[in-house]
Nanobody, 121 residues
Framework: QVQLVESGGGLVQAGGSLRLSCAASASGNIFRVNAMGWYRQAPGKQRELVAAITSGGNTNYADSVKGRFTISRVNAKNTVYLQMNSLKPEDTAVYYC?????????????WGQGTQVTVSS
């Protein structure tokens, strides 16, 4: 069983900062994490990619967050982070961690449970 456990999120005023974390784990600790990323879904909207990072550290960002958000990871901890600065009300959404994982000769995308980020104006 693979699990993605998210932490961080909450309520912040516009212009503030938050940091999200997501750690991947599996029974027996037999797995390899490939790309990891953060998605978000606002009420009434489709889930969208916010940022992603490969196991080698290559990153890509949604245009709406470039220059404000930074994705990073610690491979030894199978953990990905999202540092969010200069937050705007339009960043309000549920943020989901995603990880592409190799385990027992198969590759699967896994999702975290989601964490609410609310930015007040």
């Amino acid at each position: 069983q693979v699990q993605l456990v998210e932490s961080g999120g909450g309520l912040v005023q516009a212009g503030g900062s938050l940091r999200l974390s997501c750690a991947a784990s599996a029974s027996g600790n037999i797995f390899r994490v490939n790309a990891m990323g953060w998605y978000r879904q606002a009420p009434g909207k489709q889930r969208e990619l916010v940022a992603a990072i490969t196991s080698g550290g290559n990153t890509n960002y949604a245009d709406s967050v470039k220059g404000r958000f930074t994705i990073s990871r610690v491979n030894a901890k199978n953990t990905v982070y999202l540092q969010m600065n200069s937050l705007k009300p339009e960043d309000t959404a549920v943020y989901y961690c995603n990880a592409n994982i190799n385990r027992f000769y198969s590759t699967t995308d896994y999702w975290g449970q989601g964490t609410q980020v609310t930015v007040s104006s």
